[in-house]
């Protein structure tokens, strides 16, 4: 019953940017610390960004800089704009519950080189 949805993935040149959205239903969305994730093809998922219920964010060293979370209560949505995209960010794009109980299904992010 609980479902996290992300969109707002897709192809870009390098340089270019993007804001992945994911909209979760089924919890009491302003409790939760929310995640994001990305898993290239061969590699490991890493974390990319934390957002925690009163707004205090993380990133990782690779993205400090360039992307930003944020979240929107009222939308039960989290965000991540992406800006300096570079061929090293193309991967699928996860949305998480901050302790890893829900995720959504992956938006494919593809960065042209």
């Known amino acids: 019953q609980v479902q996290l949805v992300e969109s707002g993935g897709g192809l870009v040149q390098p340089g270019e940017s993007l804001r992945l959205s994911c909209r979760a239903s089924g919890i009491i969305f302003r409790l939760y610390g929310m995640d994001w994730y990305r898993q290239a093809p061969g590699k490991q998922r890493e974390l990319v960004a934390k957002i925690s219920s009163g707004g205090n964010t993380n990133y990782a060293d690779f993205v400090k800089g360039r992307f930003a979370i944020s979240r929107d209560n009222a939308k039960n949505t989290v965000y991540l704009q992406m800006n300096s995209l570079n061929s090293e960010d193309t991967a699928v794009y996860f949305c998480?519950?901050?302790?890893?109980?829900?995720w959504g299904q992956g938006t494919q992010v593809t960065v042209s080189s």
């Open positions: 998480a519950e901050g302790a890893g109980r829900y």
